[in-house]
Each structure stands twice: as structure tokens, then as C-alpha cells.
């Protein structure tokens, strides 16, 4: 599925499923409790954190879902072309870092 694909059946099943979008801070609200979650699973997957018996049955893969869904909620809300922003951005990573990363002694095999 492509970025823009992502973006127009997010927005069909708001319109069929969610009624309408929650406001943009409401979004944005979400957002951080959905990006908390993947970071608790990853401090306890990854980190030195342990799951409780309650969060055993935790799926990262269904969390960074989660994030996703929303940011794309966001982006269709404020009128962001998630594809384009990507390409910009990208594009100024690249710019800007192109040999900043390979020339940093910490970064080194």
C-alpha cells in the first residue's frame, strides 16, 4: 500500500466507521499515548524493563500500527501530503547529512 492509498482509507473509514475525526489536539493527545505504548513495549522487549504478566500479550507490530493510523488522522486533517513531506524530508536529511554520519567516529563497525 502506498503512502497516499494509507491516507485515503484512513479517511473513508473515518467518514464510514469514526463519524468524523477527533480535533487535531485530541490527535495529537493520541498520538503521544500510542507512541508511549510502542516505547514501553520497547523498553521491555529491548531495554532492561520486564513485561508484567498483564502486558504479555502486548503486539508491537499492532502499536507502531496504531501510530501510524493516527499520524495519518493528523495528517489528513491539516491538509499533509504524507508522500510529499516524506520526499522533502528526505531530500533535506540527505543535504544535510550527507557525510555527517559517515564521518562520525562513534557511528564507526
Keep these: 500500500m502506498k503512502i497516499e492509498e ?55 507490530e499492532d502499536e507502531m500500527a496504531d501510530v501510524l493510523f493516527v499520524l495519518i488522522c493528523l495528517a489528513n486533517q491539516t491538509g499533509i501530503d504524507l508522500t510529499n513531506a516524506l520526499k522533502k524530508n528526505l531530500e533535506k536529511k540527505t543535504k544535510r547529512d550527507a557525510l555527517r554520519h559517515k564521518q562520525n567516529p562513534k557511528l564507526k563497525p
Aim: net charge negative; glycine share 6%.
Design 6 to 60: 494509507a491516507q485515503a482509507i484512513v479517511d473513508l473509514w473515518i467518514k464510514e466507521k469514526g463519524v468524523r475525526y477527533f480535533n487535531e489536539l485530541t490527535n495529537t493527545a493520541m498520538l503521544m499515548e500510542e507512541v508511549g505504548e510502542v516505547a514501553r513495549i520497547m523498553a521491555r522487549k529491548y531495554g532492561e524493563q520486564s513485561f508484567k504478566e498483564s502486558d504479555k500479550e502486548v503486539s508491537l
